[in-house]
């Protein structure tokens, strides 16, 4: 699976930010063809002993695309710039990451 996470911190105001994403960048981003879905998660953190730049983190997104090529037909279109460009409008700090990721289950054998 190829995905992209998107990290949001020091969001100034959640309700603005959750209205501007879910009302302007959502019904746009998810008409793409090759996005297969976007994953949501509100984190707090369990320990003290955080890395000073994942402190203020508050938000991670996880971007689910098709394939690899869907991933980066999207990114580098036209399209994919429009949501990066709306994307800056929110007032938060972003950080952008890509990757394939995998997945284990508690009946899976550890890769070595």
Known sequence: MYKAVVMFSDIADMKEFERFFFQE???YFLS????????????????????????????IFDVIYED???????????AGQKVNMLATQLD??????????????PY?????
């Open 108 to 112: 899976d054998s550890i890769p070595e």
């Open 25 to 27: 960048i959502c019904p």
């Open 92 to 105: 938060a700090k972003m950080s952008i990451f890509y990757g394939q990721e995998k997945s284990l289950y």
């Open 68 to 78: 690899a090529h869907a991933m980066d037909r999207i990114i580098h279109s036209p």
């Open 32 to 59: 793409l063809p090759g996005i297969v879905r976007v994953d949501i998660t509100s984190i707090s953190p369990i320990s003290t002993e955080l890395a000073q730049d994942v402190q203020s983190v508050q938000l």
